[in-house]
């Protein structure tokens, strides 16, 4: 099965500045799908940015974007202008392909404190 | 119009009852999937169905039976239940295609005592 690493599990950062989530994987396969989820406080988890591998362009909504570096099976989350409703645990997540009925395959999540 | 929804909310219960957790979604997706989230907030598939057929049963107890009655309804249902089942237990939904997301539910939170 894919594994997937976060390998902070805490940041911080000020309101209006920057922060970068990582997260590195690890597969063999070439065509794959990858996403992070914010989970608040409220436990929803709600899809923030998804990646396909096969697109060498980096995926943006908003203040959110990633580096996607295929070779080196990195997915980072950059989120710039923090505001304080950024604050929750981040999830990175794989998607796996048919044999496991595509399910997501998380990270342990970083937890994101964003100070005033 | 609540996309994936879960009951209950929260479950307290003993150990050794049985119990279930409901699950509903009105997206129109085919595939659809359980994972528990544990004290640590680690996310862990557990089940996965595509059109009411199993997928994917991750090394999960027996005493954990995923039913589904059609596409758009996959309940839980927990046997003998043991203090180590407390978690929060998600529903999701997706279509097949690799690049659609998960969708989940608000989750129930189990607590056996």
């Known amino acids: 099965a894919q594994t997937v690493t976060q390998s902070q599990p805490e940041m911080s950062v000020q309101e209006a500045e920057t922060v970068t989530l990582s997260c590195t994987y690890d597969?063999?396969?070439?065509?794959?799908?990858l996403f992070w989820y914010k989970q608040p406080p409220s436990r929803q988890m709600i899809l923030v940015i998804r990646q396909e591998a096969y697109k060498q362009q980096n995926a943006t909504e908003n203040r959110f974007s990633v580096n996607f570096q295929k070779a080196a099976k990195s997915f980072s989350l950059k989120i710039s202008d923090s505001q304080l409703g950024d604050a929750a645990m981040y999830f990175c997540a794989y998607r796996s392909g048919p044999g496991t009925g595509y399910a997501l395959n998380f990270g342990k999540g970083t937890s994101l404190l964003v100070t005033p | 119009d609540t996309a994936v929804s879960q009951t209950p909310k929260y479950l307290v219960t003993q150990m050794g009852n049985d119990k279930s957790i409901k699950c509903e979604q009105n997206?129109?997706?085919?595939?659809m999937y359980w994972y528990k989230q544990d004290s640590k907030k680690f996310l862990k598939i557990m089940f996965s169905y595509n059109n009411k057929e199993l997928i994917i049963n991750e090394t999960v107890p027996n005493r954990f039976s995923p039913k589904s009655p059609d596409k758009a309804h996959l309940n839980l249902h927990i046997n003998s239940l043991e203090l180590g089942d407390s978690a929060v237990y998600f529903c999701?939904?997706?279509?097949?295609?690799?690049?659609?997301?998960?969708?989940f539910g608000n989750g129930t939170r189990l607590t056996v005592t």
């Open positions: 597969t063999s396969e070439s065509d794959y799908y």
């Open positions: 997206l129109g997706h085919d595939t």
């Open positions: 999701a939904s997706s279509q097949r295609p690799g690049n659609s997301p998960l969708h």
